[in-house]
């Protein structure tokens, strides 16, 4: 499966991006910050895949997941190329008798084998992970 992400530079540090979806957004490298810079949006991209499998997991493991929110704060190296060194990534998990061991599974499922975005950037990165559930 190929996919396909078009940039078009609209002024200074400002793109246009657009995926194989055919959705676009804008890209800011721009003290301005009209949107997501190219570094946020790996980050983001992380945090949605994760969100993505963790949900999916949790509903196949019939838990009662009424929200889920990740947070994903990340170090960058001081020198050049500035990856990402360190990720820690927090699941906030709402629903009803949420059992944790059903989320620390879905969790290290995600980070192991389904989450690309994860294990890629874990290729640079160490990353954390930890969560809470709240009833409701």
Do not use: N
């Amino acid at each position: 499966m190929t996919v396909e992400a078009k940039v078009t530079w609209v002024e200074e540090r400002r793109f246009i991006g657009q995926a194989s979806s055919g959705h676009a957004i804008v890209v800011d490298g721009s003290p301005q910050k009209l949107g997501p810079s190219p570094m946020e949006l790996l980050l983001i991209g992380m945090a949605g895949c994760t969100a993505y499998d963790v949900v999916d997991i949790l509903h196949k493991k019939r838990q009662a997941v009424t929200g889920l929110e990740v947070i994903a704060r990340a170090g960058r190296a001081e020198e050049h190329p500035r990856v990402y060194t360190e990720i820690d990534v927090e699941y906030i998990v709402r629903g009803r008798e949420i059992k944790p061991k059903a989320v620390e599974e879905a969790i290290r499922l995600s980070q192991e084998k389904y989450c690309s975005a994860s294990i890629m950037l874990g290729k640079t990165a160490q990353i954390t992970t930890h969560y809470r559930i709240e009833e409701g």
